[in-house]
Structures are given as C-alpha cells and as structure tokens.
C-alpha cells in the first residue's frame, strides 16, 4: 500500500486580520475537520484533500497580513497529546459509506 488516500491527522491554527477572510477560512477548515479552539482545527485529511485546503486557502488569506500553519501530527504523537481545563479531544464519529 501506497499511503494515497489515507487520512492523516493535521493541525491547522490561522492568524487572519480581516474579518470576511477570517469567516472565509474558518469555515473551509470547518468543512474538513474540528474546531479545538478559536483559530484552531483539527483536520483528519488526505493528501489529496490536504492540496486542496492549501489551494484554496492560499485564494483566501492575504500572505502580507495573515498565516495559516498546517502541521501533520503523526499517531504516536497524537497518542501522547494532553489537555487540560475545558479542552477536550473532539469525539471520533465513524461514518460508513455504501457502495
């Protein structure tokens, strides 16, 4: 196996000025994964879906003013997370398709 197509758990946190831009990208991460917190998602992704967030956000923020930092966490990295306060891993909802 190849790995394509495979989803990858990715960290995604912006830093976006303008509030239209902000709602723009806010809810293209949304589409893709969890809010953890304010500017913060996680994203349970593809490679191929991991371009297409990168193309589409780069059509978005203003790269003078506004970052986005997408960073991969590998399982055994994920495995060691930890919270504290309010913080909560969203829960792991398994979605079935039939073919």
Request: some cysteine.
């Amino acid at each position: 196996m190849d790995g394509t197509g495979m989803a990858m758990m990715h960290l995604a946190a912006y830093d976006v000025h303008e509030d239209q831009r902000r709602a723009q990208l806010s809810a293209l991460l949304q589409a893709y994964g969890d809010r953890i917190q304010y500017s913060v998602f996680l994203l349970g992704i593809t490679p191929e879906e991991l371009v297409e967030i990168q193309s589409r956000a780069a059509g978005i923020i203003d790269e003078n003013t506004d970052s986005l930092w997408i960073v991969r966490q590998c399982a055994a990295c994920w495995e060691e997370a930890r919270t504290l306060g309010q913080a909560h891993p969203p829960a792991r909802v398994l979605h079935y398709t039939v073919m």
